[in-house]
């Protein structure tokens, strides 16, 4: 299916009614607490949601935190992420390379992508990412810690 039956399939198969697929602009959708966006590009599809504001004087710590969650796909299940520096969000983003796909197979993308952005803008909210910067004399000192 490509990607304006998958998304139309969503909404279907969701309960969320016709969801629009704009070419221009990918679509828009709730599903639990997640809103993600979805857009083509050339050869995939691109999945996106906002997990929060990026927190008020945010020490390199914090950025730090996202780059090592970044490292091991089993932390994020390869879902990637990131800041939006235009609107200072924390972002989850997940590439799918492919543009026509079995529904099933979209639908499990949705699904894990929808599970990580929800565990992460959990953390994000309840402040779970400890941020602190090492001490500058110390080469061993663990200053990224993000609770399973």
């Known amino acids: 299916m490509k990607i304006k039956e998958l998304v ?9 009614g016709e969801i629009d697929y704009d070419p221009a602009q990918g679509a828009q959708f709730t599903v639990g607490e997640v809103t993600l966006a979805v857009e083509a590009m050339p050869d995939g599809i691109l999945l996106t949601a906002s997990l929060g504001p990026v927190p008020a004087n945010a020490p390199a710590g ?25 609107s200072d969000e924390v972002m989850a983003c ?12 979209f639908e499990r993308e ?15 909210r309840s402040g779970a990412i400890r941020t602190e910067t090492p001490p ?13």
């Open 136 to 148: 500058s004399d110390s080469d061993d000192y663990d200053a990224v810690h993000i609770p399973a």
């Open 62 to 86: 914090f950025y730090r935190a996202l780059l090592a969650a970044n490292f091991e796909p089993e932390d994020t299940s390869g879902t990637a992420l990131s800041i939006n520096e235009a």
């Open 110 to 124: 949705i699904t894990v992508f929808v599970n990580t952005a929800e565990t992460w803008g959990a953390k994000l």
């Open 94 to 105: 997940r590439t799918i390379l492919q543009d026509d796909l079995p529904f099933e197979a």
């Open 8 to 16: 139309s399939e969503v909404g279907r198969r969701a309960g969320l």
